[in-house]
T-cell receptor, first 116, second 112 residues
Framework: EDKVVQSPLSLVVHEGDTVTLNCSYE??????LLWYKQEKKAPTFLFML????IEKKSGRLSSILDKKELSSILNITATQTGDSAIYLC????????????????FGKGTLLTVNP | KAGVTQTPRYLIKTRGQQVTLSCSPI?????VSWYQQTPGQGLQFLFE???????NKGNFPGRFSGRQFSNSRSEMNVSTLELGDSALYLC???????????FGSGTRLTVV
């Protein structure tokens, strides 16, 4: 069964700190790894990483995929209180049996709290 | 452009009842997938539909079912509700999975 593990589960930092969130996975027929930010209800898309795009950057956020180690990190520099949220890592895999399309498996998320 | 719309936003039901949740995808998106989110288990995949056909199903009991209509709108149904079904139910739509998935704001179901 596909598995995604995120660490740490929660993290408290001060504004201006840099944080690194981790995601490791065991997925059948990997296609992509996605990061989402969830503040209230709807997770919002941050990055998609694939074999052809293993590093992405957007402003203060960046992410790297390590296909050899089956892991990814999400970095946030110069954190702000608005970065407080649950960060979700999800991996797309294609089941060996019982399905006919890729599906997402999520980790339990990292709760990031940024204090002023 | 309009996002993914889920209705209702909140629901309170009694054990043993059944419930139907609705999801309208972004225009042009033909894939709709459903997830259950609870504090203990995180986001868990329920099922995915494309052109009215279920393509994938997660490890949930048969009380959880879904369908998709010709306009790509999807519904999920939970019969014989249990207290443990209390959760945030999220749906996501995509045009092609290479473009990622867009989530709705979810339906918060409370079973009492």
């Amino acid at each position: 069964e596909d598995k995604v593990v995120q660490s740490p589960l929660s993290l408290v930092v001060h504004e201006g700190d840099t944080v690194t969130l981790n995601c490791s996975y065991e997925v059948t027929n990997f296609r992509s790894l996605l990061w989402y930010k969830q503040e209230k209800k709807a997770p919002t898309f941050l990055f998609m990483l694939t074999s052809s795009g293993i590093e992405k950057k957007s402003g203060r956020l960046s992410s790297i995929l390590d296909k050899k180690e089956l892991s990814s990190i999400l970095n946030i520099t110069a954190t702000q209180t608005g970065d407080s949220a649950i960060y979700l890592c999800a991996v797309e895999g294609f089941p060996n049996s019982g399905g006919s399309n890729y599906k997402l498996t999520f980790g339990k998320g990292t709760l990031l709290t940024v204090n002023p | 452009k309009a996002g993914v719309t889920q209705t209702p936003r909140y629901l309170i039901k009694t054990r043993g009842q059944q419930v139907t949740l609705s999801c309208s995808p972004i225009s042009g998106h033909r894939s709709v997938s459903w997830y259950q989110q609870t504090p203990g288990q995180g986001l868990q995949f329920l099922f995915e539909y494309f052109s009215e056909t279920q393509r994938n199903k997660g490890n949930f009991p048969g009380r959880f079912s879904g369908r998709q209509f010709s306009n790509s709108r999807s519904e999920m149904n939970v019969s014989t509700l249990e207290l443990g079904d209390s959760a945030l139910y999220l749906c996501a739509s995509s045009r092609e999975t290479v473009y990622g998935y867009t989530f709705g704001s979810g339906t918060r179901l409370t079973v009492v």
